[in-house]
C-alpha cells in the first residue's frame, strides 16, 4: 500500500512538472494577446469555446471558465465571493466519470435554471485536479487573480456556449448574463458577451447564423446547425465542421463593434441571410 501511495505522488509529481511547461509555453504562444485593447475569453458552459477562440486566433487567455463545465449561475457565485471557496479542499471532490473520475466542487453546485445535466452537478475541473497536482491548482490560482485584477480595467469579449436542451430558459439565462455584464462594466468597460447555442436543421437545409444584438453588450446567435456538437467524431464533438459560422459569428461582432457608436433596439433580430451551405 505505501509503494503505490508513492507511485501515485511520483505521477502526480510528474504530471505538475509536465503541466507547469505546458503553461509556460501557453503563456509565450498568448504573449501579444495581453496587450490588446479588448481581451477575448471563454465563459463557458464547457471547453468548446476556448477551443473556438483559439482556432480562430482570438483567445487572449485561458479563464477560470476555460477548461470546464459551469453554468452561469456557479460564474455569478464565484464572482460575488471573489472566488474565495474555488480551491479549497473541503469543497472539492472526485467524482467518477466514465472510466476516469473528475473533481467537481461541492460548495458551487446549486442553480435555479436549467442547463445540460453535466452542467449542473457543481463546478467542474474537466481536464485539471487542484486536489493532486500542485500545477493545477497553481495554475487556477493563477486564472482567478488575473481574472479579478482585470474585473472592471479592461474590455472583453466573453464567449457563452450555451448547450441547448428541452427545459432551457433563454430568458432566465438572458438575466444572468446581463447580470455578469454589470459586473465588468461597473466602472466604465464596454464588455460584451457572445452568447450562441445550436437549433439542429435538416441536413439538405443551409446552415446559418441569426444575430440579435441587445443594447447592453449581450450579443446573440443562433446557430442553425445540422449535428450537435457532441458524439464521437472528434470535427462533430469540438464543431470544427460549423468554423465558418464561427468566422461569419466574429465578423458580425467586429462589425457591432465598429458601428457600436449608432443606437440599436434594445432586441432586434438581424438574419445573416447567407443561405451558403457550409
Same mark, same amino acid.
Given at each position: 500500500m505505501k509503494g503505490e501511495v508513492i507511485k501515485q505522488r511520483?505521477?502526480?509529481n510528474l504530471k505538475s512538472l509536465k503541466r507547469t511547461m505546458r503553461n509556460l509555453h501557453k503563456k509565450w504562444k498568448y504573449r501579444n494577446n495581453f496587450t490588446s485593447q479588448v481581451l477575448w475569453v471563454s465563459l463557458g458552459?464547457?471547453?468548446?469555446?476556448?477551443?473556438?477562440?483559439?482556432?480562430?486566433?482570438?483567445?487572449s487567455f485561458s479563464s477560470v471558465f476555460s477548461s470546464g463545465r459551469s453554468n452561469i449561475e456557479y460564474i455569478l457565485q464565484m464572482e460575488k465571493d471573489d472566488y474565495r471557496h474555488l480551491l479549497e479542499k473541503e469543497h472539492l471532490q472526485h467524482f467518477p466519470d466514465g472510466e476516469h473520475a473528475v473533481v467537481r466542487s461541492?460548495?458551487?453546485?446549486?442553480?435555479?435554471?436549467?442547463?445540460?445535466?453535466?452542467?449542473?452537478?457543481?463546478?467542474? $475541473? #474537466?481536464? &485539471?485536479?487542484?486536489?493532486?497536482?500542485?500545477?493545477d491548482s497553481r495554475a487556477f490560482q493563477?486564472?482567478?487573480?488575473?481574472? /479579478?485584477?482585470?474585473?472592471g480595467?479592461?474590455?472583453?469579449?466573453?464567449?457563452?456556449?450555451?448547450?441547448i436542451t428541452e427545459h432551457s430558459d433563454l430568458s432566465l439565462l438572458r438575466e444572468h448574463l446581463n447580470e455578469f455584464l454589470s459586473l465588468y462594466n461597473a466602472q466604465g468597460c464596454d464588455c460584451k458577451i457572445v452568447l450562441f447555442y445550436q437549433h439542429i436543421i435538416a441536413a439538405n437545409s443551409a446552415?446559418?447564423?441569426? $444575430? #440579435?444584438? &441587445?443594447?447592453?453588450?449581450?450579443?446573440?446567435?443562433?446557430?442553425?446547425?445540422?449535428?450537435?456538437?457532441?458524439?464521437?467524431? /472528434?470535427?462533430?464533438?469540438?464543431?470544427?465542421?460549423?468554423?465558418?459560422?464561427f468566422a461569419e459569428m466574429f465578423e458580425t461582432v467586429d462589425k457591432y463593434a465598429l458601428s457600436k457608436r449608432h443606437t440599436f433596439p434594445e432586441s432586434t433580430f438581424v438574419s445573416t441571410g447567407s443561405g451558403v451551405p457550409l
Open positions: 511520483v505521477r502526480d458552459e464547457n471547453c468548446l469555446p476556448d477551443d473556438i477562440l483559439r482556432r480562430h486566433n482570438r483567445k461541492t460548495f458551487y453546485e446549486k442553480c435555479v435554471g436549467h442547463y445540460s445535466e453535466r452542467h449542473m452537478l457543481g463546478f467542474e $475541473f #474537466t481536464h &485539471h485536479d487542484p486536489l493532486r497536482i500542485k500545477e493563477r486564472r482567478i487573480s488575473r481574472q /479579478l485584477q482585470y474585473r480595467k479592461k474590455d472583453f469579449v466573453f464567449l457563452y456556449h450555451h448547450r446552415k446559418r447564423i441569426d $444575430f #440579435t444584438p &441587445h443594447e447592453n453588450g449581450l450579443l446573440e446567435f443562433v446557430c442553425h446547425t445540422h449535428e450537435i456538437w457532441g458524439g464521437d467524431d /472528434l470535427d462533430t464533438f469540438w464543431a470544427k465542421k460549423d468554423d465558418a459560422l
